[in-house]
């Protein structure tokens, strides 16, 4: 299988940009970061509110931890739907174009969190209101499943080949970006609108905030191209009058490719799974079992946060100089180690040592997370690259991610400890080194010595 990328104008990666190309290149890189940014501040905000509100809004006559457990499972409705997203936008991505897809998607996530946030409670409407959570939820994670690989490939595509690390981080920087937003804006409501006015009305004001999103996807539609690569597959079919672009992207993914969508997947496990515990997890149990101040937690995972939002980058550039797979196996590495400190760190009810805990396993994160976009889109050919890649990150996503805040408190309800919860978090780490280990390396030492190769190309020749 060739790849077009040999071919387009990225090709040589000697040539210096143009200023013109460098500002194009840099709006292209803020309008994903602040668009990705956007999309996961509205998924998120969804998880800290099912801690925090939602289990008195919709589920108000079952007791706290059956309210919680069920506030819970609608969060996991987002996850479910997040492969089936992945599948539909990869083969429409792989198709018809990563940018159509992409601003498709932004929409949808954007009008589903802003009708959240006009739901009325079980209180007014009874049982159809957490149905209309859960229809909504769903439409959430179809949104999610599909805007990553959007956002990745039109980041990693359009970079220089020597740059294509650092370029996806910029998608994968909106993550704890967005845990910032989400953060200082919950904040920001339940202190200005306390109590039970917070539980009436006030958990609705970081929803509706979602709308300014609509401008970000005109400036996305309006402004920016779809990804050389993608340009060059059009072309190429018209040249050739035949079928570069695959009638059927997802078939031909999972047919040739489904040992590597599976380990693409797998590598993904401990920072998912840690991830969800910081966010979401912790914030329910520290609120609720230790008796922790809320706003004080979510300072813990908003620093936290603003650290990640640095080592992303770094891991990304390093990837480019030293190679993607190397980072994902000392990250999954770091994981499985760091679980039991973790844990016991959050126990102390500290919220300094409850920082430190978050703070290094973010670190860890990173470091798997920040060239996941380059390392996943690299693994796949340009014809079936979208859907390869969103179907790996999104299988990861209803495996580990959604499931993980419910475990999370089902397992310390049942036991009275973390013991087993640190225990699953140390088991994703080593499944992520494990298929890591199996994993090719995207970037060689051979490939960035050349200037003129391309990260990726060398795997599907």
Same mark, same amino acid.
């Given at each position: 299988m060739t790849s077009s990328a040999q071919t387009h104008a990225h090709g040589g990666g000697s040539a210096p940009a143009s200023t013109a190309e460098r500002r194009t290149s840099w709006k292209l890189l803020t309008a994903g970061l602040i668009g990705s940014s956007m999309e996961w501040y509205d998924f998120f905000l969804y998880g800290m509110a099912a801690a925090l509100a939602f289990p008195h809004v919709f589920f108000p006559d079952s007791s706290p931890l059956m309210g919680t457990l069920l506030s819970f499972s609608t969060f996991w409705a987002g996850f479910v739907a997040r492969p089936l997203g992945g599948l539909l936008a990869g083969h429409f991505g792989d198709k018809y174009g990563r940018k159509p897809t992409v601003v498709a998607c932004l929409v949808g996530m954007t009008a589903a969190t802003f009708l959240i946030g006009c739901l009325p409670s079980a209180a007014s409407v009874g049982v159809l209101a957490p149905v209309l959570l859960v229809a909504l939820r769903f439409v959430q994670g179809l949104a999610a499943g599909g805007q990553w690989g959007g956002i990745a490939l039109l980041l990693t595509e359009s970079a220089t080949p020597k740059r294509r690390g650092f370029a996806?981080?910029?998608?994968?920087?909106?993550?704890? #970006?967005?845990?910032?937003?989400? *953060?200082?804006?919950?904040?920001?409501?339940?202190?200005?609108?306390?109590? $039970?006015?917070?539980?009436?009305?006030?958990?609705?004001?970081?929803?509706?905030?979602?709308?300014?999103?609509?401008?970000? #996807?005109?400036?996305?539609?309006?402004?920016? $191209?779809?990804?050389?690569?993608?340009?060059?597959?059009? *072309?190429?079919?018209?040249?050739?009058?035949?079928?570069?672009?695959?009638?059927?992207?997802?078939?031909?993914?999972?047919?040739? *490719?489904?040992?590597?969508?599976?380990?693409?997947?797998?590598?993904?496990?401990?920072? *998912?799974?840690?991830?969800? #515990?910081?966010?979401?997890?912790?914030?329910?149990?520290?609120?609720?079992?230790?008796?922790? $101040?809320?706003?004080?937690?979510?300072? #813990?995972?908003?620093?936290?946060?603003a650290l990640m939002t640095a080592v992303l980058p770094f891991a990304g550039h390093l990837s480019d100089r030293f190679g993607r797979r190397i980072l994902i196996l000392v990250g999954g590495f770091g994981v499985a180690a760091w679980a039991f400190p973790y844990f016991a760190l959050v126990g102390t009810r500290s919220a300094p040592l409850i920082f430190v805990a978050v703070a290094v396993g973010f670190l860890f994160q990173g470091l798997t997370y920040g060239p996941a976009a380059a390392f996943l889109g690299e693994l796949f050919a340009p014809n079936v690259r979208y859907s390869g890649a969103s179907l790996a990150y999104q299988l990861s996503a209803i495996v580990v991610s959604g499931g993980t805040p419910i475990l999370m408190t089902a397992v310390i309800a049942e036991t009275g400890t973390t013991t087993l919860v640190a225990a699953y978090i140390a088991l994703m780490g080593v499944i992520t080194f494990v298929c890591a280990w199996f994993l090719p390396e995207t970037n060689p030492v051979e490939v960035r010595?050349?200037?003129?190769?391309?990260?990726?190309?060398h795997l599907y020749r």
């Open positions: 996806g981080t910029f998608g994968q920087t909106s993550v704890p #970006v967005a845990v910032i937003l989400a *953060n200082l804006i919950l904040i920001g409501a339940s202190t200005f609108v306390p109590g $039970e006015a917070f539980l009436s009305w006030g958990w609705r004001i970081p929803f509706l905030i979602s709308v300014v999103m609509f401008p970000v #996807v005109l400036y996305i539609q309006k402004k920016v $191209e779809d990804t050389p690569d993608f340009r060059e597959l059009k *072309n190429e079919a018209a040249r050739k009058q035949q079928a570069s672009v695959v009638r059927a992207p997802l078939r031909e993914a999972v047919r040739r *490719n489904w040992r590597l969508i599976l380990l693409g997947c797998g590598t993904l496990s401990a920072t *998912n799974s840690l991830f969800y #515990v910081s966010i979401t997890g912790l914030l329910s149990y520290s609120t609720t079992t230790l008796h922790m $101040e809320r706003n004080s937690i979510l300072m #813990v995972t908003m620093l936290s946060s010595r050349d200037p003129e190769a391309i990260p990726g190309t």
